[in-house]
Nanobody
Framework: QVQLVESGGGLVQAGGSLRLSCAAS????????MNWYRQAPGNQREWVAS???????NYADSVKGRFTVSRDNAKNMMYLQMNSLKVEDTAIYYC??????????????WGQGTQVTVSS
């Protein structure tokens, strides 16, 4: 069984910073691409950033230059450093990962989300 758990969310003023973490645990052989998504109230879930197992990264235009995604493959962890936060970054942030388990087929898993609130 595989679990993804996000942490690091909270309340921050506009212009501030937060660092989110995503921990993958369980019967894992390897973790391929990992992604951050977010969902604001009344909006659809949107993709924020991705990172491959070789650490190639990609970002949504709305966060490019402000957010940085990274990962620690040895720990099956992914991070999102969020700087220069804006009110419109307020959302629940989710991570997902394409996990190859010790047995069975690879599958995309989601975490439960962590709330980020940016005040003006």
């Amino acid at each position: 069984q595989v679990q993804l758990v996000e942490s690091g969310g909270g309340l921050v003023q506009a212009g501030g910073s937060l660092r989110l973490s995503c921990a993958a645990s369980g019967s894992i052989f390897s973790v391929n691409a990992m992604n951050w998504y977010r969902q604001a109230p009344g909006n659809q879930r949107e993709w924020v950033a991705s990172i491959t197992s070789s650490r190639r990264t990609n970002y949504a235009d709305s966060v490019k230059g402000r957010f940085t995604v990274s990962r620690d493959n040895a720990k099956n962890m992914m991070y999102l450093q969020m700087n220069s936060l804006k009110v419109e970054d307020t959302a629940i942030y989710y991570c997902n990962a394409n996990v190859v388990p010790l047995s069975g087929m690879q599958y995309i898993h989601w975490g439960q989300g962590t709330q980020v609130t940016v005040s003006s």
